[in-house]
């Protein structure tokens, strides 16, 4: 073994143990925030609330999400995000915990939605992702960034599933309870995180301030065109993730559809987001983007055209999980390729709150206006016209480095 080969082995052991343990947050984070779908029917058929009630604490715990996140990334890129994530556990697993035995409407908004909206940003597998993307070249950036992004998604495929099942044998309240437990295995990975306060590639982390982060940031035209499109990820995905199991149970179908579907998605997306991962370290991430929102509209517009049966259904989601959070690779490699990585959590944070405020409305308008109509239909083609109007957002977006990373300041 060369010295050079000497020199490399440790360092490689280590960026393999930040990646296993950035993962692990992302499997568990959003593998249970992801599940919370499945209790639409239970909760309010036994606290006999309407889907607009639940639907609004769920619309809330996303915008809490998008809000908290700019701040969770700046404390991250500040202090580190081994702390910040291990916090933002305590405060997950206390917002489930609140779920449970909420027993007003307000009770559950401020523990389903205020509360654990606040623990799912301070434990968003963005902050993991941007802690992946400071140990690994940028070479291979964009393929860390998808892989991380699989994680989340391999979550969904297990804790969908697992969620209804118990569900069915042991009741929703319980069901949350087991939760709360597995929100707390968040920690130890957190710790296990470099705590390096953002500080990349031996440059001064000095050079640049946040406030001067996000001015620049603020000023460069594809950051809005990527912030405007983003808004349109969370509308999407927000609105399937809670509404797919009640979509399903309205069409006839037994609850273990929507659990499949929902499964499915996850199972797909590690496909897709990979995908996108190894398709952004070659061709232009702002063209790929324009392509997956496109056909998000397509499947949408098929989806309603066809026969509602479960084949359908399965292929609706095998097709939507290849699209799902394959944006989230590429929209971080924007960022991190036109501003460096010093910020990153903070600026990826203010273009996902944007992401969450589509989340918002797509939660709550399908929980609305299913009240008000009687169908989930409306939001669909809101669905498809917003996947387009996302499609040619992206299409203008500059990914060139800023001069000042080709000076060595990130």
């Not at 489930?96 to 434990?123: E, N, R, S």
């Not at 499915?264 to 991962?277: A, D, M, P, Q």
């Not at 070659?282 to 049966?309: D, E």
Request: proline share 4%; with cysteine; glycine share 12%.
């Amino acid at each position: 073994m060369t010295a050079a080969t000497q020199e490399q082995s440790p360092r490689t052991g280590f960026v393999m143990f930040v990646i296993f343990a950035a993962c692990m947050i992302a499997v568990i984070g959003f593998g249970l925030r992801s599940s919370f779908g499945l209790f639409l029917e239970p909760i309010t058929e036994m606290r006999n609330w309407s889907r607009s009630t639940f639907s609004l604490a769920l619309a809330t715990q996303n915008l809490c999400w998008g809000l908290g996140l700019p701040f969770a990334g700046a404390l991250a890129d500040r202090f580190g995000p081994a702390r910040v994530i291990a916090l933002g556990a305590m405060i997950y697993a206390a917002g489930i915990w609140g779920m449970a035995t909420a027993d007003t409407t307000t009770m559950f908004h401020l523990f389903a939605g205020v509360l654990t909206g606040v623990g799912v940003a301070f434990t968003a597998f963005t902050l993991a992702l941007a802690a992946m993307a400071r140990v690994v070249g940028p070479e291979r950036r964009s393929l860390a960034l998808g892989l991380g992004t699989a994680a989340g998604s391999f979550g969904q495929v297990i804790f969908s599933p697992i969620s209804q099942q118990f569900i069915s044998n042991y009741g929703w309240q319980q069901a949350l309870w087991i939760f709360v437990g597995v929100a707390m295995l968040i920690i130890p990975f957190a710790m296990a995180l470099p705590n390096d306060k953002g500080a990349a590639s031996g440059v001064a982390a000095a050079e640049q301030t946040i406030g001067q982060a996000l001015r620049e940031a603020l000023s460069h035209q594809g950051y809005i065109l990527l912030t405007i499109g983003f808004f349109v990820c969370g509308f999407h995905v927000a609105f399937i993730t809670v509404h797919m199991p009640a979509y399903v149970r309205d069409l006839g179908l037994g609850p273990e559809v929507g659990a499949y579907c929902l499964s499915l998605i996850g199972l797909f997306n590690i496909v897709g987001s990979l995908g996108s991962g190894a398709i952004g370290q070659r061709y232009p991430k702002h063209i790929s983007l324009s392509a997956i929102y496109l056909l998000r509209a397509i499947a949408i517009a098929v989806l309603l055209a066809a026969p509602k049966t479960t084949l359908t259904l399965y292929i609706f989601s095998a097709v939507m999980g290849l699209l799902w959070l394959s944006t989230v690779p590429l929209t971080t490699g924007i960022v991190a390729q036109v501003f460096g990585v010093r910020y990153m959590a903070t600026l990826f944070g203010v273009v996902f709150l944007s992401h969450q405020i589509g989340s918002f409305l797509g939660v709550f308008l399908g929980g609305y206006l299913h009240d008000t109509t009687g169908s989930y239909d409306p939001i669909w083609y809101a669905g498809i016209v917003l996947g387009v109007l996302a499609a040619l957002v992206h299409w203008p977006i500059n990914e060139k480095p800023l001069a000042r990373l080709a000076e060595g300041t990130t």
